[in-house]
């Protein structure tokens, strides 16, 4: 990874097909809102350029995480599909209390084909771009 300054314009128009695809612009990995940043889907050492289509938004800490532990060993895509553990064990709490009764591999199930899901949409998204 290394650090480069974007054009404004890349960045408000990655920033805003973001928000049009879930209504808030978020990690496309977490779905935290905070610290975003701007990950090229193919490296630039790998002849990736920086067109809208080769963006995608990732909040800093899975953008590090993604370059520490991801980068070369598996596909980008299918990194992306994983539900993040954090916010999966945070849903998972929330179910058992608002239901006792929920089995916890129903909701486990809810959150990984809603992971599945979103990044087949942000995968769409980018193939449309410029
Ligand atoms: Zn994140």
Redo the contacts with the bound molecule.
Sequence with gaps: MFTRSLSTRIKRLVFNRHAELFGVA???????GD?LEYHHIIAVNDMGDDSLSNFIL??????K?WHLEGDMKIDFWEWLKIP?TE?ANQVYSLAAEYNKNAPIIMVKEGIEKYQRERTEKIRKMTEKGS
């Design positions: 978020a990690c496309s990995k977490c779905w935290i610290e990732l909040c800093h800490r899975c953008h995480q993040h916010v």
